[in-house]
């Protein structure tokens, strides 16, 4: 990349529409996270075609999860030293070349490699897309931005499953890939023409070090909760990884704090607001994998419905938290966090306190009932508590902030699919042990109301959290933000 010809210093924001800007952000946003939700339920046609077992399909996933584990934290260095639109561009054209990778894969090696070109293009993306809209968008109408990217993040998921279920029953796995290709090809055609600069080029030091200690510790992290959620807490590839990712983030963090220009500069932390809610995304995340990764697996295994249906039954609560985005968005700038995040959390307490009394009997309309109700809470949480977090930062901690936050909810990501699925899994094996006459679709639902019951603990360490919730002042150096031209579409 020729970083000559547009880096320099600081962007002049001046004169720069928004609407363009935001419109290829938000595109080449949609078109990634949709196709990551894609896959999974394609899984049982692949193992087939490929002649793999369940252990090696899922490495489309773990893998996918690994390198942006392993990515992210290093985009802060990245995003000082190449501009908004190298970042914006290669990370489309990455996305683009591995999704081309996938759909003509003939064997699985070649596929898992697609996914991976995909994860790097991802990885670099969703950093970018947070950190464009802190600069371009003064403090006071972050909410409504923010919530315009939380409509898309929340709307991929929402009709992923259900899409690729009906291509899949219709024509062939290959298709997943082939319907996207045009999307990303059209989302690098509209970046090239619309998506300006705004990003300020510092070139800091590039330590190796740090890079290294970065990979290896969270890569190890999110690679050992993925196995342990696969098979057994004490295997011993699950127990190094852990360990040795663990060690090595410790170094990292004290490499970090030692240096003058770390490449993910952990002062962020410094800032009680974004520490706050650091924390709070972090044990969200986790109760919200409890449910993402049970609720299917209920309905498919003890209500006995197809994917299809399943997508199908998942699909308003999805629809309704991406309607309910930039709502939450607009009122967050008008009213500020704390009347949205902590009703926000009661309602995302009481759906998983429900889902602790699901049976083989529920029916699909209570289910749907529940899931609506927690996405509404998760859309009254996730994007106002961020934005609150990241507000409080000096502009050049932003992109240290968005790596520090997708970095973590990552890792965050990983600790509660293993943690769930284990939890579970126990719950299931001792009920079918104890039982006088074991129902596997009953030995599931008690190991899911063992699952849910701990996601309610651990959730109200999050609504805790929330009534310590504020809206904070921008920084002086923010104070007085070059002003950026509207453009309605």
Wanted: net charge positive; proline share 6%.
């Amino acid at each position: 990349m020729n970083i000559s010809s547009e880096a320099g210093g600081s962007a002049d924001l001046s004169g720069i529409k928004r609407g363009p800007i935001v419109a290829a952000l938000v595109i080449g946003a949609f078109v990634a996270i949709l196709n990551e939700t894609l896959l999974n339920i394609a899984f049982p046609d692949l193992m087939k075609e490929f002649g793999v077992l369940p252990a090696t399909i899922q490495w489309l996933s773990t893998a996918y999860m690994l390198v942006i584990g392993v990515l992210v934290p290093v985009t802060a260095l990245l995003q000082q030293w190449f501009t908004t639109r190298q970042m914006f561009l290669t990370a489309m054209i990455l996305f683009l070349v591995g999704t081309v990778i996938c759909g003509t894969a003939p064997i699985f090696s070649m596929l898992l490699v697609g996914r991976v070109v995909q994860a790097i293009g991802t990885g670099l993306m969703l950093p970018v897309m947070m950190n464009t809209i802190l600069v371009i968008f003064p403090p006071e109408k972050r909410g409504g931005a923010m919530g315009m990217i939380g409509l898309v993040i929340m709307f991929g998921p929402a009709i992923g499953p259900t899409l690729a279920g009906l291509i899949i029953d219709q024509l062939d796995w290959r298709w997943l890939f082939y319907l996207v290709t045009p999307l990303a090809l059209f989302s690098v055609i509209f970046a090239a023409a619309y998506l300006k600069n705004v990003s300020d080029i510092t070139k800091p030091k590039v330590d190796i070090l740090s890079i290294l200690l970065s990979s290896i510790g969270f890569g190890g992290i999110v690679y050992g909760f993925s196995k342990a959620g696969e098979g057994s807490w004490s295997a011993p590839e699950v127990v190094w990884t852990i360990v040795v990712g663990g060690i090595a983030v410790v170094l990292f963090v004290i490499r970090q704090m030692l240096m003058k220009e770390p490449i993910l500069n952990l002062r962020a932390f410094k800032y009680p607001m974004f520490t706050l809610v650091t924390i709070m995304m972090l044990v969200l995340m986790m109760t919200l994998f409890s449910t993402m990764i049970l609720l299917p697996l209920f309905l498919q295994t003890a209500l006995m419905m197809t994917a299809f249906k399943a997508g199908l039954t998942l699909m308003p609560g999805g629809v309704i938290n991406g309607i309910m985005a930039p709502i939450s968005g607009k009122l967050f700038d008008k009213f500020g966090p704390r009347v949205l995040v902590i009703p926000g959390l009661i309602l995302v307490m009481l759906a998983v306190w429900l889902f602790t009394g699901i049976t083989v009997s529920t029916t699909a309309g209570y289910v749907v009932t529940l899931h609506i109700i927690l996405l509404i809470g998760i859309s009254l949480v996730m994007m106002p508590a961020q934005t609150t977090g990241l507000n409080e930062l000096p502009r050049h901690l932003y992109p240290h902030g968005t790596a520090i936050l997708n970095t973590l909810q990552q890792v965050a990501g990983a600790i509660g699919t293993a943690l769930f699925i284990s939890i579970m899994s126990s719950g299931t094996k001792k009920y079918m042990e104890t039982a006088a006459n074991p129902n596997p679709a009953e030995g599931l639902v008690a190991g899911l109301h063992d699952a849910f019951l701990i996601g309610f603990w651990i959730g109200l360490i999050a609504l805790v959290l929330s009534f310590f919730i504020k809206r904070v002042k921008a920084p002086a150096e923010d104070a007085g933000h070059v002003p950026v031209k509207e453009q309605h579409s």
